[in-house]
C-alpha cells in the first residue's frame, strides 16, 4: 500500500494560475519531504523539498506547506507557465534516504 | 562530472531471458538507489546500497538481485524475466545524508515479452 497518497492524479491550470498538489503520509518516521519534476523520459530532478521542523519553505515560485500534526503536506506553483507541465511527485524518506513516493500529479498549463 | 548514468537506455525480453542493468556515478556518493517506476504508482524502491559491499531489500525485492561490487557501479540483475517486470528502471545516489538531493539517472525501460 501507498505510504504516501497523492492528489490529484492531474490539473490543468492556465497560464499566470496556482497549481496545488497535496499530499499526506502515515510514517511518523519520515524526516525530509522532497518534491521532484519529472518531464517525458527524463529521471525525477529535485525541485524543493523540506524538513518536518519548517511549516514553509519557499523557493522562487514554487512553496512547500507543511502540517506535522495534520501529517500533510502541499505544493503550490505560482505564476504557473508553460514549462511547468511536468509531473509532480511527493515522497517521503527515512534516516537510510529511501524515498517513498506519491503517485504521481500531472500538470498541464495552458498558454 | 556525467552525474549518474544507465546502461543499457532501452532493452526488449523473452520471459525467461536474464540481465543486468549497470548504474554508474561519478559523484562519490555513499547510497545507491534502484526504483522501478510503473503508471499511476510513482516510483517503487526495489534494492539500494549505503556503501560499497553492502546491499538491502527495499519495498519491492522480488525477482531481483543486486550487487555493489565498487562504490560508484550498482548493478541490478534479473535472473528470470517476467513480463511483470516491464517497467521503467531509475538509479539514484546521495551524498549520504538522507537531507540531501537524491540525484537520479536516466531511465531504462524494459519490455518483457
Known amino acids: 500500500q501507498q505510504q504516501v497518497k497523492q492528489s490529484p492524479q492531474s490539473l490543468i491550470v492556465q497560464k499566470g494560475g496556482i497549481s496545488i498538489i497535496n499530499c499526506a503520509y502515515e510514517n511518523t518516521a519520515f524526516d525530509y519531504f522532497p518534491w521532484y519534476q519529472q518531464f517525458p523520459g527524463k529521471g525525477p530532478a529535485l525541485l524543493i523539498a523540506?524538513?518536518?521542523?519548517?511549516s514553509e519553505k519557499k523557493e522562487g515560485r514554487f512553496t512547500i506547506s507543511f502540517n506535522k500534526s495534520a501529517k500533510q503536506f502541499s505544493l503550490h506553483i505560482m505564476d504557473s507557465q508553460p514549462g511547468d507541465s511536468a509531473t509532480y511527485f511527493c515522497?517521503?524518506?527515512?534516516?537510510?534516504?529511501?524515498?517513498?513516493f506519491g503517485a504521481g500529479t500531472q500538470v498541464v498549463v495552458t498558454p | 562530472n556525467a552525474g549518474v548514468t544507465q546502461t543499457p537506455k532501452f532493452r526488449v525480453l523473452k520471459t525467461g531471458q536474464s540481465m543486468t542493468l549497470l548504474c554508474a556515478q561519478d559523484?562519490?556518493?555513499?547510497?545507491m538507489y534502484w526504483y522501478r517506476q510503473d503508471p499511476g504508482m510513482g516510483l517503487r524502491l526495489i534494492h539500494y546500497s549505503v556503501g560499497e559491499g553492502t546491499t538491502a531489500k527495499g519495498e519491492v525485492p522480488d525477482g531481483y538481485n543486486v550487487s555493489r561490487l565498487k562504490k560508484q557501479n550498482f548493478l541490478l540483475g534479473l535472473e528470470s524475466a517476467a513480463p511483470s517486470q516491464t517497467s521503467v528502471y531509475f538509479c539514484?545516489?546521495?551524498?549520504?545524508?538522507?537531507?540531501?538531493?537524491?540525484?537520479f539517472g536516466p531511465g531504462t525501460r524494459l519490455t518483457v515479452l
Open positions: 523540506i524538513r518536518p521542523d519548517v
Open positions: 515522497a517521503a524518506t527515512d534516516s537510510w534516504g529511501k524515498l517513498q
Open positions: 539514484a545516489s546521495i551524498i549520504g545524508s538522507s537531507y540531501n538531493e537524491q540525484f
Open positions: 559523484m562519490n556518493h555513499e547510497y
